[in-house]
């Protein structure tokens, strides 16, 4: 059989869906490929659909209360031939290469400034054929923790889709501003409130639509269930959220923690001025402070209120940074040659001679690879019940 790419993500709506549906949709001569997408049974999440790869899915639901093995195993069947090449964008599928003592050639995408992607880059530094970082910062930081494989750490800017249409210009006073994220803590959504507050104190009208689920919907729900200026839209598919782009003047993202998110550059594509956090990832390298959007105090609705103020009063300045924001982002993610580098480098992991060094990974007591999954998951279970009965009744 002809060898092919198998990309692994985990099957919910994101930043790390969107990279690979971009990856995939902007090459003319697509080499064969096939996408594994794995959902977490105890964790219900939006997930990936109207995809672009929706032909070449195969999709695996795992439970975390399984014998590893059977899990890692299941994981492996889409990995029809030892010729393939994966592509990781996760910790369970870099163990399914280790712990199945795989031959296959192996890629790391490292999608964010997070620590668990430096120590997995670590850990599984000895069956990791090529490395590819989506930002400078995480390139130098990879860099610097694998000195001895800079050779294998390319920074590759992903693929991000054109936008032809014009932004509709607003006739109204009021700034119209748009967050598209996950509603949970570390986007930290609810600062959204007390910068409105903040804004309405100095006498400037700002209409806000947040686009996403998550954990703190029902909070942010409470906190501006009596202002008339918030839009709470829930999830939206990127056609409609490409949409809600025209209609719009400003993006924002309170993150506390960020890689170099998609949204914030489909934004600009777009002529949002980006308002942003000042934070390490890759934020920094999209926002050029007050040409081409703000880079604010983390987690400061002062600082977030001060940018939203300047943009109000100064619409030349809104209008410049809008063309400085667009300009930006087409050239340094256009959607046609970034694709076509990622699959240069995954053509190259490809061809890698690098021997592998597989870990001895140190697992739980019941991940045996001759231990009968029936058997684990049933005293997992049980375990588990126990434990929230015991937590019931002393609570």
Not at 122 to 142: Q, R, T
Not at 219 to 227: G, I, P, R
Not at 242 to 254: K, P
Request: hydrophobic residues 40%.
């Amino acid at each position: 059989m002809t060898p092919k790419t198998v990309m692994f993500l985990p099957d919910v709506i994101g930043g790390v869906n969107s990279v690979i549906s971009n990856v995939v949709s902007f090459n003319a001569e697509l080499p064969p490929f096939k996408v594994v997408a794995y959902s977490n049974t105890t964790d219900k999440r939006e997930q990936i659909s109207n995809s672009p790869f929706a032909k070449n899915i195969t999709r695996i639901s795992i439970n975390p209360r399984n014998n590893l093995y059977f899990t890692l195993r299941k994981l492996n069947k889409a990995v029809t031939e030892p010729t393939d090449c994966i592509v990781a964008t996760d910790s369970l599928e870099l163990s399914m290469v280790d712990v199945l003592r795989l031959p296959n050639k192996l890629v790391f995408m490292v999608l964010g400034d997070f620590q668990h992607y430096y120590t997995n880059a670590v850990n599984y530094d000895g069956i990791i054929d090529k490395y590819i970082a989506i930002s400078k910062e995480i390139f130098e930081k990879l860099v610097q923790l694998l000195p001895h494989r800079k050779r294998d750490i390319t920074l590759a800017y992903f693929p991000t889709p054109p936008v032809s249409q014009k932004k509709y210009e607003r006739r109204t006073d009021a700034l119209h501003v748009i967050y598209a994220a996950r509603l949970d803590e570390q986007k930290n959504v609810l600062l959204l409130p007390q910068i409105d507050e903040e804004l309405k104190n100095r006498g400037i009208n700002v209409e806000w639509t947040i686009v996403g689920d998550g954990p703190l919907r029902s909070d942010l729900e409470a906190v501006v269930k009596s202002k008339t200026n918030f839009a709470l839209t829930g999830f939206l598919g990127n056609k409609s959220l490409h949409e809600a782009y025209l209609h719009h003047d400003i993006f924002i993202t309170t993150s506390l923690a960020e890689g170099l998110p998609v949204s914030v550059v489909e934004a600009m594509k777009t002529g949002l001025v980006p308002v942003v956090s000042d934070i390490s990832g890759g934020l920094r390298e999209l926002i050029n402070n007050q040409q081409n959007g703000f880079l604010c105090q983390s987690n400061n609705e002062i600082a977030f209120a001060d940018a939203l103020e300047k943009l109000y009063h100064n619409r030349e300045m809104k209008k410049t940074m809008s063309v400085n924001a667009r300009e930006f982002a087409n050239a340094t993610f256009d959607p046609i040659i970034n694709s076509n580098k990622y699959w240069q480098l995954f053509a190259e992991a490809a061809k890698s001679e690098k021997v592998k060094i597989y870990n001895n990974s140190k697992l739980l007591l019941f991940d045996k690879s001759w231990l009968p999954n029936s058997f684990v998951r049933n005293y997992r279970d049980l375990k588990g019940n126990l434990r929230f009965l015991l937590f019931k009744r002393t609570a």
